[in-house]
């Protein structure tokens, strides 16, 4: 349990949160995910699961529908809808609700949303200093390991 950058980078800034459920009988399972950074000019988006009900900007709670969209004003666009391809297809049993974010510097980030866990897949250019459990792009995998993040 706990945070864990997914990605980190003098720009882009991801991090997870890691929480035990009764369902994965106290593994951790991803809970919250929270972007932020420079690239988005001190904004910050976070997006929990189904039960917590979270989806904020700066701490205010947007897309509260689904079939929603917000704009982040200049800095990109946040919509929510059932599209998307799941990440674990073991998912599909259930209904999709998908997160979808388009943010500055060709960062594209999905978050299913489903009753006690999130799911997410990003999509984005390597970054300079560039680190996390996504790793650092520099095609050495031994390098990116726990313990060197």
């Given at each position: 349990e706990g945070e864990a950058w997914i990605v980190r980078s003098q720009q882009v800034w991801i991090?997870?949160?890691?929480?035990?459920?009764?369902?994965t009988k106290g593994l951790a399972a991803t809970s919250k995910l929270a972007i932020g950074g420079p690239f988005l000019g001190g904004h910050v988006i976070i997006v929990?699961?189904?039960d917590s009900a979270v989806v904020t900007v700066d701490h205010k709670p947007v897309l509260k529908d689904l079939y929603s969209e917000y704009s982040l004003a200049g800095f990109g666009t946040l919509r929510y809808n059932d599209q998307g391809d799941l990440p674990?297809?073991?998912?599909?049993?259930?209904d999709k609700r998908a997160v979808h974010m388009d943010l500055p510097e060709g960062v594209r980030v999905v978050v299913f949303r489903w009753k006690n866990y999130i799911d997410f897949r990003v999509?984005?250019?390597?970054?300079?200093?560039q680190d996390g459990a996504c790793g650092n792009v520099n095609s050495d995998p031994s390098d990116d390991t726990t313990e060197a993040i």
């Open positions: 991090q997870a949160r890691f929480q035990g459920t009764q369902w929990g699961t189904l674990d297809k073991a998912a599909g049993v259930w999509q984005m250019p390597a970054q300079p200093g």
